[in-house]
């Protein structure tokens, strides 16, 4: 249980173009949704928390236009880099928590963001 | 605010050993929850185990156990008969009750030697 998917895994783009990742709770309602990055050899920074049908609270220093974040539904959660640029690159992770556990936060696999 | 110290950036172990990997927290919350999680070279970040700071028993999951020192803000995590498959980084994280934020540590990079 508590199963946690994101695609593309991995994904590379032009500079000035857009990126939708999507994050999906597979076999629980994800009444919230976190998307972090992480930088190689670093640990995760909290970008912003999603509830669903609610608007995105984003980490300062985040830009809200840069990322844009949706929730529309219990069980998904898009994060569109718009406009990227290499210093975009990086490894997005999101995280879900469920109706059920309310403290715990289930990971998906991640996506590597490649701007060239 | 909420601070995560992991104060051991690599470790290393031999196949079946013990190691035990250090965290200290800093909470001024009563109701908070802390956490260890495992992530090995695929980057999937996995939940290793979990703590209620109102529980006095330590966390126990097969081989992996804490040692939950409220007082000291201390959570250690021990891994037994360490595994091939145990290489990974960890993160020690905690959670304020009524918050919705994790709040990581810096990770310690765990290497098990055959």
């Known amino acids: 249980g508590a199963v946690v998917s994101q695609h593309p895994s991995w994904v590379i783009c032009k500079s000035g173009t857009s990126v939708k990742i999507e994050c999906r709770s597979l076999?629980?309602?994800?009444?919230?949704m976190f998307w972090y990055r992480q930088f190689p050899k670093q640990s995760l920074m909290l970008m912003a928390t999603?509830?669903?049908?609610?608007?995105?609270?984003?980490e300062q220093g985040v830009e809200k236009d840069k990322f844009l974040i949706n929730h529309a539904s219990l069980t998904l959660s898009t994060l569109t880099v718009t406009s990227a640029h290499p210093e975009d690159s990086s490894f997005y992770i999101c995280?879900?928590?469920?109706?059920?556990?309310?403290?715990?936060?289930?990971f998906g696999p991640g996506t590597r963001l490649l701007v060239l | 605010a909420q601070t995560v110290t992991q104060s051991q950036p690599e470790m290393s172990v031999q196949e079946a050993e013990t190691v035990t990997l250090s965290c200290t927290y800093d909470?001024?919350?009563?109701?908070?929850?802390l956490f260890w999680y495992k992530q090995p070279p695929s980057r999937q970040m996995i939940l290793v185990i979990r703590?209620?700071?109102?529980?006095?028993q330590n966390a126990t999951e097969n081989r992996f156990s804490v040692n939950f020192q409220k007082a000291a803000k201390s959570f250690s995590l021990k891994i037994s008969d360490s595994q091939l498959g145990d290489a990974a980084m960890y993160f020690c994280?905690?959670?304020?009750?009524?918050?919705?934020?994790?709040?990581f540590g810096k990770g310690t990079k765990l290497t098990v030697n055959p």
């Open positions: 909470t001024s919350e009563s109701d908070y929850y």
């Open positions: 995280s879900a928590r469920g109706t059920g556990d309310q403290e715990t936060q289930y």
């Open positions: 703590q209620e700071a109102y529980k006095q």
């Open positions: 076999d629980f309602q994800a009444t919230t």
């Open positions: 994280a905690s959670k304020q009750g009524g918050s919705e934020k994790l709040v």
């Open positions: 999603s509830n669903e049908g609610s608007k995105a609270t984003y």
